[in-house]
């Protein structure tokens, strides 16, 4: 059976939706890392936090931090990718400005290697000329984002390496998203 695989991503589309700014601390102190989140790697688990609005509006089940994009999702989105993808991920429980549902912080906790160049519409890779060498050979841009599906694995749930910026799920965990009637998340193939 073929697997199909999609980037999850923000509706900006969601009528009064709310626009989520960076964790904070309880007392409200910037946490140190906040890009710590969307590599695609484990973190330690953080500590308490707060996400406080950078607009107030309608709650969502699926959201992005504004600078970082760091997930935000609703307890029963968190019980979809604890149930389907528990091995590739993390859930830690914050709270939300004026909330009194449940959310969760959502790392992708894997990096897959499996873009496919040829397929994708384009793509920029960092050189040495843009001096940032810790980077070369890493995606500086990647359009229309296809994957070569025979190197992801058994991965549910991943960042491509290199283009951290997407969330990839297999089409089981995207049927099952959907089913709770997620409100915020987009689905594209890739």
Request: net charge negative.
């Given at each position: 059976?073929?697997?199909?695989?999609?980037?999850?991503?923000?509706?900006?589309?969601?009528?009064?939706?709310w626009?989520?700014?960076?964790?904070?601390?309880?007392?409200?102190?910037?946490v140190?890392?906040i890009?710590?989140?969307?590599?695609?790697?484990?973190?330690?688990?953080?500590?308490?936090?707060r996400?406080?609005?950078?607009?107030?509006?309608?709650?969502l089940?699926?959201?992005?931090?504004t600078?970082?994009g760091?997930?935000?999702?609703s307890a029963?989105?968190?019980?979809?990718?604890r149930?389907?993808?528990?091995?590739?991920?993390q859930?830690f429980?914050?709270?939300?400005?004026?909330?009194?549902?449940?959310?969760?912080l959502?790392?992708?906790?894997?990096?897959?290697?499996?873009?496919?160049?040829a397929a994708s519409?384009e793509i920029?890779?960092?050189?040495?000329?843009?001096?940032?060498?810790?980077?070369v050979?890493?995606?500086?841009?990647?359009?229309?984002?296809r994957?070569?599906?025979?190197?992801?694995?058994?991965?549910?749930?991943?960042?491509?390496?290199?283009?951290?910026?997407?969330i990839?799920v297999?089409?089981?965990?995207k049927?099952?998203?959907?089913?709770?009637?997620?409100?915020?998340?987009?689905?594209?193939?890739?």
């Amino acid at each position: 059976m073929e697997r199909h695989f999609f980037s999850l991503d923000f509706d900006v589309y969601v009528p009064g939706r709310w626009y989520l700014a960076e964790p904070t601390t309880p007392a409200g102190q910037k946490v140190p890392d906040i890009w710590a989140f969307v590599s695609g790697c484990p973190v330690e688990p953080p500590g308490p936090l707060r996400i406080p609005f950078s607009r107030p509006g309608r709650s969502l089940d699926f959201d992005k931090t504004t600078v970082a994009g760091t997930p935000i999702i609703s307890a029963q989105v968190a019980k979809v990718f604890r149930e389907l993808a528990g091995n590739d991920v993390q859930l830690f429980p914050v709270e939300v400005q004026e909330q009194s549902d449940a959310y969760y912080l959502l790392n992708v906790a894997r990096t897959v290697r499996c873009i496919d160049d040829a397929a994708s519409a384009e793509i920029q890779l960092y050189t040495p000329e843009d001096e940032e060498p810790e980077r070369v050979g890493e995606y500086r841009s990647v359009s229309g984002l296809r994957l070569d599906k025979s190197r992801v694995g058994d991965a549910r749930v991943f960042r491509p390496w290199g283009w951290h910026p997407p969330i990839i799920v297999e089409g089981e965990l995207k049927e099952a998203l959907e089913r709770t009637g997620i409100v915020g998340g987009r689905f594209d193939a890739v």
